[in-house]
């Protein structure tokens, strides 16, 4: 099967220029390797960019401290740390994973030490052997659509690339969901998204940057989105990050 894989390599050989002035949308299906080779801070293939990737892969280990669980994914391309943030340490509202079974994970990918890691949104248990052949075959799919749109000149609609129906549903479920936000929730929002850090933005920094809005007003707005998907809390109830 690695064989077959092996041109996995050109989904990372489009300049980073290309998609830098695109934002992620939609969920695009990846091996390991690609997440590991793809370019700093991105989850692209040929150019066009995701705002998540999905993964399947076999859990080898699990340590959990107080603020997160850390999951060593793998499957036949490679292996990747994958942090599951708690809220307020409680290890309870954790998915129940078991080593050495199959787990599909949703998340984006941050480096930490000079290595890639993915910050999980979702991670479900693989209860269907077929779901493994399935995500490969999405990985490939996703994959030649993405090639075949770039050498037709696409420009834009970068979910069209990503796994189907899926990708596409994704794609513009977030744009409605951005959308449907009013000005101080789309401002708030949007400084929780351009934040590039492992651990989010900070409740303080968010003061500092909305001070025409009252502590009350703001923990509503925030609690409003972490209420509706749009952003979650990362190493504390007070550090913040974007699920788009």
């Known amino acids: 099967m690695n064989d077959s894989f092996g041109d996995f390599n050109a989904t990372q050989t489009a300049p980073a220029g290309a998609a830098s002035n695109q934002k992620g949308e939609g969920i695009v299906p990846l091996v390991i390797k690609q997440i590991v080779d793809a ?6 293939l040929f150019g ?4 998540m990737a999905c993964v399947v892969g076999i859990v080898r280990n699990v340590e959990t401290s107080s603020t997160k669980i850390t999951y060593t994914l793998e499957d036949h391309s490679g292996r990747i740390d994958a942090h599951y943030w708690l809220e307020e340490g409680d290890a309870l509202k ?14 984006t990918t941050r480096s930490q030490g000079g290595q890639k890691t993915l910050m999980v949104f979702k991670l479900l248990p693989v209860l269907d052997p ?6 490969l075959l999405e990985v490939l799919n996703a994959r030649y659509r993405a090639e075949d749109y770039q050498n ?5 609609a970068v979910a069209s690339a990503g796994s189907g129906s899926m990708a596409d549903f994704t794609a513009s479920q977030s744009s409605a969901i951005v959308s449907g936000l009013d000005p101080k ?3 708030v929002f949007q400084a929780i998204k351009s934040n590039v850090s492992e651990e989010g933005i900070s409740r303080k920094e968010l003061k500092a940057k909305f001070s025409h809005i009252s502590d009350s007003e703001l923990t509503n707005i925030l609690d ?10 990362s190493i504390d109830a007070d550090h913040f990050i974007c699920t788009m």
């Open 39 to 44: 370019p700093e801070g991105n989850i692209e």
């Open 48 to 51: 066009m960019q995701y705002a």
């Open 94 to 107: 954790a998915p129940e994973v078991m080593v050495n079974n199959y787990v599909k994970v949703y998340g």
């Open 130 to 135: 077929n779901e493994v052949c399935t995500h």
């Open 152 to 156: 037709k000149g696409g420009s834009g």
């Open 185 to 187: 929730q789309q401002a």
């Open 224 to 233: 409003f989105m972490i209420s509706e998907g749009h952003i979650y809390s």
